[in-house]
T-cell receptor, first 116, second 114 residues
């Protein structure tokens, strides 16, 4: 168990809908990352938050947004969902927000999103 | 820009034989390199990392990886494969000078045959 908790495990919804994915980082970790794993795109970085502030952005669509709350949990909001958004969404956490040697990212079990 | 290549989609090895999963990288400056493993319906588990120092890095579950700067490679190895090692393996790189996110390879599915 990595200590990173993601809910829900599975999500089935329809095109055009909006969903929220939740992530609780490991105790003591300040940084949260969101990744998308799909068959055609592989594992891609979406966005990073550090202590409540956005730190880095990757290939995140404008329809997607995230935030990190004062208790450090994070939510990824996906709106106007399309079939192609079906994927496994991972959250990871680490102690620090910058590239230090000790900064291992620990991953949650993921949320599997199916858009029908 | 940083990138990672895993040239083999699939690696099959007999139980008890040594295994190698290949990874090459491209990054400006010195890299931070990582290996993760993904079991079915599970998240990615950290195996090992290279930051600096000894080119042979030892990690979890008996895995090790060899960093080769001249060949820009970071191959994952294990002297004796177990059936339970069958999983999807990802190599990842993070630049020391850039953002903190990881760039992953496409993954290599390792099957250990009993």
């Amino acid at each position: 168990d990595s200590g990173v908790t993601q809910t829900p495990k599975h999500l089935i919804t329809a095109t055009g809908q909006r969903v929220t994915l939740r992530c609780s980082p490991r105790s003591g970790d300040l940084s949260v990352y969101w990744y998308q794993q799909s068959l055609d795109q592989g594992l891609q970085f979406l966005i990073q938050y550090y202590n409540g502030e956005e730190r880095a952005k990757g290939n995140i669509l404008e329809r997607f947004s995230a935030q990190q709350f004062p208790d450090l949990h994070s939510e990824l909001n996906l709106s106007s969902l399309e079939l192609g958004d079906s994927a496994l969404y991972f959250c990871a956490s680490s102690v620090a927000g910058t590239g230090t040697g000790k900064n291992i990212q620990y991953f949650g079990a993921g949320t599997r999103l199916s858009v029908l | 820009a940083q990138s990672v290549a895993q040239p083999e989609d699939q690696v099959n090895v007999a139980e008890g034989n040594p295994l190698t999963v290949k990874c090459t990288y491209s990054v400006s400056g010195n890299p931070y390199l990582f290996w993760y493993v993904q079991y079915p319906n599970r998240g990615l588990q950290f195996l090992l990392k290279y930051i600096t120092g000894d080119n042979l890095v030892k990690g979890s579950y008996g895995f090790e990886a060899e960093f080769n700067k001249s060949q820009t490679s970071f191959h994952l190895k294990k002297p004796s494969a177990l059936v339970s090692d069958s999983a999807l393996y990802f190599c990842a790189v993070r630049s020391k000078t850039g953002a903190n996110n990881l760039f992953f390879g496409t993954g290599t599915r390792l099957t250990v045959i009993p």
